[in-house]
Nanobody, 113 residues
Framework: QVQLVESGGGLVQPGGSLRLSCVAS????????MGWYRQAPGKQREWVAT???????NYADSVKGRFTISRDNAKNTVYLQMNSLKPEDTAVYSC???????WGQGTQVTVSS
């Protein structure tokens, strides 16, 4: 019923930028929190950023000051603007409504020279 589709990943050099998008279909409240997570090879999925229905944002320390989460309710889309990318940001990035159990397929972000 619920489907989340991420896009916008790619290969960038250190210091570069990417903007990820997550479009949601199905029943997800406009007031529900949405979040971005990432998973690098051989590692557990880790939390990156969360945006509440009221617009409050929270970020992992590793991305604070570099990443920005936002949403467009009219488009049912959540974004992750990633600036000043580092090699350690390399991972598959996925979106979710935290606690819902629903995840997108993910989009690959590779930061390398």
């Amino acid at each position: 019923q619920v489907q989340l589709v991420e896009s916008g990943g790619g290969l960038v050099q250190p210091g570069g930028s990417l903007r990820l998008s997550c479009v949601a279909s199905g029943i997800i409240s406009s007031r529900a929190a949405m979040g971005w997570y990432r998973q690098a090879p051989g590692k557990q999925r880790e939390w990156v950023a969360t945006l509440t229905g009221r617009g409050t944002t929270n970020y992992a320390d590793s991305v604070k000051g570099r990443f920005t989460i936002s949403r467009d309710n009219a488009k049912n889309t959540v974004y992750l603007q990633m600036n000043s990318l580092k090699p350690e940001d390399t991972a598959v990035y996925s979106c979710t409504a935290p606690g819902s159990g629903f995840w997108g397929q993910g989009t690959q972000v590779t930061v390398s020279s």
